[in-house]
Each structure stands twice: as structure tokens, then as C-alpha cells.
């Protein structure tokens, strides 16, 4: 049972890996097929694998099964549409050097090609989210509304209106550079952000799935931020700023237990603790204003925000900064979703006493005023 | 089981006979595949001088041979159709038993197990 580490996530990841690289290949027109035929191959490798043993190559294998597959329903699609040219055939002709000569480089760009994917402008920032946690990160609807707090019929819609619109796309423009791609950087950073976020910040009680999602967000962050297509150094130092944020978030309890007492100890913090605590107030942040930054496409606004992202940052909150605790970062998925709902903007009030917007609303204003963020402000939303 | 039991494969051989109701069920997501790996992996180890022979699933659709003819069949309307097999070999029903429920998959909803001893040597 040693090896059950090692191929932790195996067949999560190499659905996306799988599914990236066949749909580069015949289209991202057929992404259903695709998505079919690699579901088979994974249970064929379930069936195979537990019988005998691990392949000496398991990639491979899965790679020849899911390409087998998909072959095999690509003709019987193209005869049924009764089409003379088809896929399958395109496919053939390109397979023997496919699984021969498939480099690391390759697979990275096919997963970096299909996150942009997922993130065109045409579809809602939603669809994209859930889009990328299908393809990329592959885990089923009912997964994927467990992790965002929203039913499996509205997980249903949402990808099928955004694979309507890979439908969409015109079969000569299936694999553009990535180059190309890069007006998108705004949208898949934003999307990368709520993956973070939503585990993060979520309220989900079971700590594994926080984590699962944050580490998702990391791995393609990093993905993303070592290929030549990010625009700067910030992507990766994002990547990495949340990969410590994230090792340093002891998960739902450690922090539900912080905050209670920090509740009752109040703002005061005494003593050589103090400074410790400044300084890693400072370190954090630093980390926030990077994540901020990524988020907001390259730092323009990152020195400007940074202090909301440490109040939403639950290591500072509980710490007994209450000064910033008094405004949460209003910028996760929920938030969006709810306007004006039931999230810690309606919460905490989207205008003071004197009739001031709070720091929340004033940040949501300004992301929209951006064009970073696809809602409105809570605030905007009530008038 | 104790140690002294593990070391030796029994004698004494069951039929483990699965049985399913019909119709499509979702299939396992990746991260479901990845549990049932190390499920299955942890079963065979475990078991690993009990289990003859692990069978498998059975595909659907088949043919129903009698002394009038050769038919298709199962058919799907009956209620319930045999969706696996396996061959274990145990000292007791209760060791049977045990080695066959530990399978991952096996003890779910809609799906029942029979156990036979087979007669023989």
C-alpha cells in the first residue's frame, strides 16, 4: 500500500492530461467525445490494473485506450452523420508519431491550451470555472457542486452551455498558439483565483476538499506561470505565493478555533508576540498583494488592494486584526453569484453608519470599474 | 483471519456469484476510480491467498443455450441479472464470506452476493 501515495490524484490528473491533448488533436468541437472516451480508458485501465498489475508505462497505456476509444466513436459518429471526411480519419493519420513522440513540453502546452479554452470570453466566468474543474482538473458534476455549494442541476447548465459554445468554434481555429491566446490571460488568472479562493475562504467544513481545490489552483498556476505565455515574473511568484498560502492554512478547524479566540481576546495584542505577529503580518501581506496582483492581471491595482486582501486572509482575522477584519475580501464566486445575498458583503454591510461605502464595496467598485470582476457590487446591486 | 490461516490457500474452493439489478448506473468519477484502485489493491493484498480467481464483471447481453436452440439473452426485463463472479477459496462459509464482502464495489445498493461451496476436491 506504499505506492497509494504516489498515485494519489493519478487518475484525476491524467483525465485532464488525457482529455487536453486527444481534444488538441481532433477538435475541441468534440469535446464529449473526447471527454467519453477517456472516461472509458481510465475504467478499462480500473479493470486491467487491479487484475494484473501496474503497466510499466502507465500513461502510455492510458493514452493508446483512450485514443483506441475515441477512434472508435468518432466513426461510428461519422457514419452516422453520414460525413466522408471525418475525424477519425484526420486522427490516424497524425496517431503513429502521437504516441511515440509525445514530449513533457507538449502535454504542458495541451493543458495550458485547454485552460484558455475554457476561459473564452463568450462564456460566463461561472461556466469557466467549472469548465476548467471538469477538463482539467477532473471531477464530476456532483464533485464539482459539492466543492462550490451549488446543486448538480445548475452544474448540468452551466457546462452545457459552455460546451455549446466549444461546439462553436470553427474547426480552423482548433489549435491556436498559445500566443494567440494571450488577450485571455485577464479571465483564466480571474479563474484561477476563484479556484484558490473557493477553497480558501469556502466555509466547507471538510478540510480535504479546501485543500484539494487550492492545490488544484497552484498546480496550474504554475503551470501557467513557467510557460513563456504568462506575461511576467508575477505569474509565478502568484503560483508560489499561493502554494504558501495554502501550506499554511491549517484547514477549517485550526481556523474556526483561532477566530473564537480571537474573538474574545479582542484587538489587543501584547508583548514580544506583537512583533512576531507584525512580521508575519508584513510576509502576508506581501503573499496577498502577489495573489491580489495575479488576480487583477499584472499588478496594476495589487499596492492599492493589498490591505483587503489581509483582511480576507482568516490567518490575519483570527489573529486580532480587527481593524482589517471589519471588511473580508468581497471577491470569491459565492459572492459574485449572490450580490447582495447572503455572502460577508450583505453581511457586514455595504455602507457604514455615516452612509460611506465600506472598504468591501469600495473594492468591489473598483475591480468592476476594472473590468476585472464580473459582478457588480453589492452596493451597486440595492440601488 | 488469523496469520497461520493467511499463509496457506485453503482447500476447500466457493462460487461467488454477484448479482446486480439492471440498468445504467453513473459511472465512477476519476477521483471514485482512484479510491476504488487503492480499495481493490488493499482487498487483494489482504486476501491475497484466498482469491483463486478475482473474475470480474460481466459484460451485458449473452446467449441462453438450451436442448431447443441457442437465444439472446439475458433478457433485461428480469429483475435481476448476474453481473460478476469469483472464485475464492476459504475454510468456512464464514471466511467465504468475509473474503467476498471485502471486495470494494461489491456491497452496495441493488446488488446481492450468493455463495456457493463448490462440490469436489
Redesign the interface.
Known sequence: ?T??GA??????R??GRLVSTLARRVGFRHIEVVEDAV?CA??AA??A???QSLPADPGAWLYKAAYNQLIQALRRESRRLNIRHNAAEELGERIDDAVSARFADEIRDDMLRMLFVCCDESIPRESQLVLALKILC???T??IALRLFTSEGNIHKRLGRARVRLREIAPGLDAPPLDELRPRLPGVHAVLYLLFNEGYLSAHSEQAIRRELCDEAVRLATLLGEHRVSDNAGDLRAARAYASARSQAGGARRWRGRSVAAGRAGSVVVGSRRNRDRNRMVATVGRGRDIFAFSCGGGHCGGALSGGFVCADPMERDRGFVRHARSPLPFTLTHLEQGSGSGPIARTGSRTRSGRRTRAARLVGRLVSMGRCAGRPASARRT | MDEAKETRMPTQKYMVILRTTPGKQEPPSPAQMQEMYAAFSAWKEKFKANIVDMGGQLKSGGKIVTTSGVTDGPFVETKEIIGGYMVVAADSYDDAVEVATGCPGVMRPGKSLEIREIAGP
Open positions: 500500500v505506492s497509494s498515485v494519489e490524484h493519478f487518475f484525476r491524467d483525465y472516461q481510465l475504467m480500473l479493470t490494473w487491479t487484475k477532473g471531477f464530476s456532483s464533485e
